[in-house]
């Protein structure tokens, strides 16, 4: 059975930083591609970060480019989203997703909020 299990949200103060784990099982992990999505209240989901499936390749939403990193450790099956300098427009639930040609799995979210 396929799992993404994000983990790491909560509340955030602004400047603050957060870092989201998503565990994965159930499938060959270094076979995929790896990304973050988000979503706000009332917006559409947006690609934060992904990653490459042998972490050799990352890309970045521009908004949170130059403060965030993604990275994978291919051993524990985990993938890890790390923001710095946090602003209120980060809040959204973050959503890990693996990808390889056709085939994509969802996690089921992880709630941040950034606020004071």
């Known amino acids: 059975q396929v799992q993404l299990v994000e983990s790491g949200g909560g509340l955030v103060q602004p400047g603050g930083s957060l870092r989201l784990s998503c565990v994965a099982s159930?499938?060959?992990?270094?076979?995929?591609?790896m990304r973050w999505f988000r979503q706000a209240p009332g917006k559409e989901r947006e690609l934060v970060a992904a990653?490459?499936?042998?972490?050799?390749?990352?890309e970045y939403l521009d908004s949170v480019k130059g403060r965030s990193t993604i990275s994978r450790d291919n051993v524990k099956n985990t993938v890890f989203l790390q923001i710095y300098s946090v602003k209120p427009e980060d809040t959204a639930v973050y959503y890990c997703?693996?990808?390889?040609?056709?085939?994509?799995?969802w996690g089921r979210g992880t709630q941040v909020t950034v606020s004071s």
């Open positions: 990653i490459d499936s042998i972490g050799d390749d990352t």
């Open positions: 997703n693996a990808i390889r040609l056709a085939v994509s799995f």
């Open positions: 159930g499938f060959t992990f270094d076979d995929y591609a």
